[in-house]
């Protein structure tokens, strides 16, 4: 079946078809297809992308503005990606075993999954990867892009799903929305029964979980809440913006491409970055063994915001105070996420032979380091006005 794929995307002579090793966790069927280039081909997972048709238009708008932006800034070294159009004239290929893509791989690139092993001045460039996917996202229009996953980095349905779940009352909480409805009504509803609900909720690490998340819910509700209001803009955001979703160039250490684009849709810009602070300055890792030993690294904030605001221009006050809280607010989400889900009965994070409380561990983890960036918060937004006044 793979080789009938590949043939209909114009790829020149195949010379072979492989599994590609670092697939990730969501869209599993991907190979390596060596023909004139090497080309990743991937089918987008039907069981978490209920909208295919959002996901590729959303991926080619935003591929199509970051190419022109590295046509316009030649000397900061950004990479055109390329999609490989079907014999059809069409950048995606819709067939009877789903949607598929063929993404041509850059050549001379380097990831890295953590700053360990990574170059000395990764954090940097990572902040100068975050200002131009800003720039990226306000080429777009977000009243022109459709969310390929509603709901998705929503604080206020992820408390209400939360909410669902701990009082065991769905209805009260579900969505108005139809389109919500569909894609996230299953969210908030318990897989458990009573007993084993319970002993979940009772146990004391989830107590101390409970407590923080409620103690801290303006802090995590900060960027809906500028949404809402309309301090904070509106505009398209990437969705994933991890360390290992950037490319650096393998010569010169400099970040050259940003990849993984089917979490394109409006938001805020804010989101990417304070969600890639959240994990790239938690130095132990998001499945640290022992959660209390978890902390925010305030050296990798401080050289991630000195490179974002190396090219990032024209914010508002209310943006660059957020600078300091973004992180704060996706670590409560996360922790959220993580707990809502170990609360369920583990059906969104799905257990894959880990043990029963491994969700529970991840929300634990999460709120170590929401903690520290709480003692830390200060420091935090001294390290933006320093960056500012530099």
Same mark, same amino acid.
């Given at each position: 079946?793979?080789?009938?794929?590949?043939?209909?995307?114009?790829?020149?002579?195949?010379?072979?078809?492989?599994?590609?090793?670092?697939?990730?966790?969501?869209?599993?069927?991907?190979?390596?297809?060596?023909?004139?280039?090497?080309?990743?081909?991937?089918?987008?997972?039907?069981?978490?992308?209920?909208?295919?048709?959002?996901?590729?238009?959303?991926?080619?708008?935003?591929?199509?503005?970051?190419?022109?932006?590295?046509?316009?800034?030649?000397?900061?070294?950004?990479?055109?990606?390329?999609?490989?159009?079907?014999?059809?004239?069409?950048?995606?290929?819709?067939?009877?075993?789903?949607?598929?893509?063929?993404?041509?791989?850059?050549?001379?690139?380097?990831?890295?999954?953590?700053?360990?092993?990574?170059?000395?001045?990764? &954090?940097?460039? $990572?902040?100068?990867? !975050? /200002?131009?996917? +800003?720039?990226?996202?306000?080429? %777009?229009?977000?009243? #022109?892009?459709?969310?390929?996953?509603?709901?998705?980095?929503?604080?206020?349905?992820?408390?209400?799903?939360?909410?669902?779940?701990?009082?065991?009352?769905?209805?009260?909480?579900?969505?108005?929305?139809?389109?919500?409805?569909?894609?996230?009504?299953?969210?908030?509803?318990?897989?458990?029964?009573?007993?084993?609900?319970?002993?979940?909720?009772?146990?004391?690490?989830?107590?101390?979980? &409970?407590?923080? $998340?409620?103690?801290? !819910? /303006?802090?995590? +509700?900060?960027?809906?809440?500028? %949404?809402?209001?309309? #301090?904070?803009?509106?505009?398209?955001?990437?969705?994933?913006?991890?360390?290992?979703?950037?490319?650096?160039?393998?010569?010169?250490?400099?970040?050259?491409?940003?990849?993984?684009?089917?979490?394109?849709?409006?938001?805020?810009?804010?989101?990417?970055?304070?969600?890639?602070?959240?994990?790239?300055?938690?130095?132990?890792?998001?499945?640290?063994?022992?959660?209390?030993?978890?902390?925010?690294?305030?050296?990798?904030?401080?050289?991630?915001?000195?490179?974002?605001?190396?090219?990032?221009?024209?914010?508002?006050?209310?943006?660059?105070?957020?600078?300091?809280?973004?992180?704060?607010?996706?670590?409560?989400?996360?922790?959220?996420?993580?707990?809502?889900?170990?609360?369920?009965?583990?059906?969104?994070?799905?257990?894959?032979?880990?043990?029963?409380?491994?969700?529970?561990?991840?929300?634990?983890?999460?709120?170590?380091?929401?903690?520290?960036?709480?003692?830390?918060?200060?420091?935090?937004?001294?390290?933006?006005?320093?960056?500012?006044?530099?």
């Amino acid at each position: 079946m793979i080789n009938e794929i590949a043939t209909q995307f114009d790829l020149g002579d195949i010379e072979r078809i492989e599994p590609f090793e670092d697939k990730g966790n969501i869209n599993s069927d991907a190979y390596r297809v060596v023909a004139e280039g090497d080309w990743l081909l991937q089918r987008i997972n039907p069981d978490v992308f209920r909208f295919p048709d959002r996901v590729m238009t959303g991926y080619v708008q935003w591929l199509d503005a970051s190419n022109a932006f590295a046509l316009v800034n030649p000397d900061l070294g950004w990479r055109e990606l390329e999609l490989a159009e079907t014999m059809s004239d069409n950048p995606w290929l819709e067939s009877d075993s789903g949607w598929w893509r063929a993404c041509r791989l850059l050549p001379n690139v380097r990831g890295f999954r953590k700053l360990d092993g990574a170059p000395a001045n990764a &954090s940097f460039e $990572l902040g100068r990867g !975050l /200002a131009i996917s +800003r720039a990226i996202g306000s080429m %777009l229009v977000a009243e #022109e892009i459709e969310p390929s996953l509603p709901g998705y980095r929503d604080a206020e349905q992820y408390w209400r799903q939360h909410q669902a779940i701990w009082s065991g009352d769905a209805t009260a909480y579900l969505p108005e929305s139809p389109e919500l409805r569909q894609s996230t009504g299953r969210h908030f509803e318990r897989s458990l029964g009573d007993a084993e609900f319970e002993t979940r909720r009772d146990h004391p690490v989830a107590q101390r979980i &409970s407590n923080l $998340l409620q103690a801290h !819910l /303006a802090e995590g +509700r900060y960027l809906s809440a500028g %949404l809402a209001s309309g #301090e904070l803009d509106r505009t398209v955001f990437h969705g994933d913006t991890k360390l290992d979703n950037f490319l650096f160039d393998a010569s010169s250490a400099e970040i050259c491409a940003l990849i993984d684009l089917d979490t394109v849709m409006p938001h805020t810009w804010l989101v990417d970055f304070g969600d890639s602070m959240r994990s790239v300055a938690n130095l132990a890792g998001e499945h640290a063994e022992n959660a209390d030993q978890v902390s925010f690294h305030l050296p990798t904030f401080e050289a991630a915001v000195n490179g974002f605001l190396s090219l990032a221009d024209e914010l508002t006050d209310v943006e660059v105070q957020a600078l300091s809280i973004a992180p704060l607010s996706l670590a409560w989400e996360q922790c959220l996420r993580f707990f809502t889900d170990y609360l369920r009965g583990d059906t969104y994070y799905v257990l894959q032979d880990q043990p029963a409380d491994f969700n529970l561990h991840r929300a634990a983890v999460q709120a170590s380091l929401l903690e520290s960036m709480l003692w830390q918060r200060s420091e935090m937004a001294q390290v933006v006005d320093r960056a500012l006044n530099a």
